[in-house]
């Protein structure tokens, strides 16, 4: 079965200091990765997506993620962590070639930067 | 604003009520969502509508009942919901073209409880 896992409940890290936010995935062929932030009583809102190419991908408030074909990985990253980060984060992954229409979530990873 | 608009925000009902939610985006997309999301687990994937035909339905229990009238609406019909129905429903619209990898764009939600 297709999934994506995020194995990692919730992530700790003083702000000013660097922060990963780990993802894995099971999903066949080369699928899309997405990386979506959701704050308290909001929707998800879309962070970054890598499609093909450089394994680094840059996305939006300076978040970066690194895709890792071997690993299937595709970990979310910041040098340095801000209090206004502390959000719950969702890897996303589309398989190609579906249509376009199945996005697969994983659980998602609460962080709490703290000041 | 974030483009997709979904009333109301908060709604509590009965078992045996009947409502419906709304669903409105800005955005000029051609593929709207519903999706449910429940705590520590992936956001599940309840129906989408490409060009305002049902293309995925999700094994979705018959009381829920979506409706896509046009490109830019999309409704969710409640009726007899269970208790374990309480969650946070999510619209997404978005742009699919050839390639799929479009992201999704989100609304706020609205938080369903059922009593």
């Known amino acids: 079965a297709q999934s994506v896992a995020q194995p990692e409940d919730q992530v700790n890290v003083a702000e000013g200091n660097p922060l990963t936010v780990k993802c894995t995935y099971s999903v066949s062929g080369n699928p899309y990765l997405f990386w979506y932030v959701q704050y308290p009583n909001r929707g998800l809102q879309f962070l970054l997506k890598?499609?093909?190419?450089?394994?680094l991908v840059k996305g939006s408030y300076g978040f970066e993620a690194e895709f890792n074909k071997s690993q299937t990985s595709f970990h979310l990253k910041k040098p340095s962590a801000l209090v206004s980060d502390s959000a719950l984060y969702f890897c996303?992954?589309?398989?190609?070639?579906?249509?376009?229409?199945?996005?697969?979530f994983g659980a998602g990873t609460r962080l709490f930067v703290k000041a | 604003e974030t483009g997709v608009t979904q009333t109301p925000r908060h709604l509590v009902m009965g078992m045996t009520n009947k409502k419906s939610l709304k669903c409105e985006q800005h955005?000029?997309?051609?593929?709207m969502y519903w999706y449910k999301q429940s705590a520590k687990k992936p956001l599940e994937l309840m129906f989408v509508y490409s060009l305002e035909e049902r293309v995925e339905n999700n094994s979705v229990p018959s009381r829920f009942s979506p409706e896509c009238p046009n490109s830019s609406h999309l409704f969710l019909h409640l009726h007899t919901l269970q208790p374990e129905d309480s969650a946070l429903y999510l619209c997404a619209s978005s742009h699919n073209r050839d390639e799929d990898n479009s992201p999704l764009h989100f609304g706020n939600g609205t938080r369903l409880t059922v009593t």
């Open positions: 955005l000029g997309h051609n593929a």
């Open positions: 890598y499609i093909t190419g450089d394994n």
């Open positions: 996303a992954v589309r398989p190609r070639n579906t249509g376009g229409f199945k996005t697969i």
